[in-house]
């Protein structure tokens, strides 16, 4: 019943429920990011998580992560609210978090993403994402500036600033564990299926987060 409800899911429902924000959304998802964190143009926080799977024998040791257990990396790009709007859980625990976002869909067809450029001191700036130390600085994708006693007030400044928005990535991860706890331990799924259980979890996750589902803690 498992294997039909995820593979039901991800074959319909999922569209729905993650996807890319329309221009109009997107400008609603950066007017209040910048409410909050006082960085205008941001539409979305990525980063990855490890969940835990049964590996494949073969190819064991690519499961691996750096914690010493078998994972897959779960990359996700979450909204100021929570919801994710992009999933990839492909890439085995032992890819780097660059080396995931390259293998995704979402580098692929970054280039559909919502535009609407504003003017920043004479730039023009479109949306973007926003990413830790560990991403490409991307034309969409930006991350902090890497810590140097260098930097100068205003850099040092903002990197706050940028640390901060990009907690709620943090949160959505936390919040989706919270409430699908078979993402925290390792399942007796095979492990090519492990990823249609993200998957749904992510979706319903979204769902929840629409009709403002209690969490409980962890």
């Known amino acids: 019943m498992v294997y039909l ?3 039901g899911m991800v074959d319909s429902v999922i569209k729905t429920l993650i996807r890319v924000p329309t221009l109009e959304e997107a400008c609603g998802i950066a007017q209040r990011f910048e409410r909050a964190h006082s960085i205008p143009q941001i539409i979305g926080c990525v980063d990855g998580s490890h969940i835990p799977c049964l590996p494949p024998s073969d190819g064991y040791r690519d499961f691996i992560n750096r914690k010493g257990w078998p994972s897959y990396v779960l990359q ?46 004479g730039q023009d ?6 990413g830790d130390p560990a991403y490409p600085l991307l034309p969409w994708l930006m991350k ?16 706050v600033y940028l640390s901060s ?31 249609y259980v993200v998957a749904t979890c992510c979706a319903l996750h979204n769902f929840c987060e629409m009709e403002k589902e209690h969490v409980n803690p962890r």
């Not at 700036?125 to 926003?130: E, H, M, N, P």
């Not at 709620?168 to 799924?189: H, P, Y």
């Open 5 to 7: 409800f995820c593979h």
């Open 76 to 121: 996700g790009v979450c909204d100021d609210k929570y919801c994710f709007w992009s999933v990839s859980c492909k890439m085995p625990g032992s890819a780097h978090d660059a080396n995931a976002l390259r293998q995704s869909n979402l580098f692929n067809n970054a280039q559909s993403f919502p535009k609407r450029a504003v003017q920043i001191e």
């Open 125 to 130: 700036v479109d949306f973007f994402l926003l």
């Open 144 to 159: 902090g500036y890497l810590q140097s006693p260098r930097l100068t007030p205003q850099e040092e400044s903002f990197n």
């Open 165 to 195: 928005a990009r907690t709620t990535i943090e949160i959505a991860f936390g919040r989706l564990k919270s409430r699908f706890r078979v993402l925290l331990k390792r399942s007796d799924f095979h492990f090519t299926f492990t990823p």
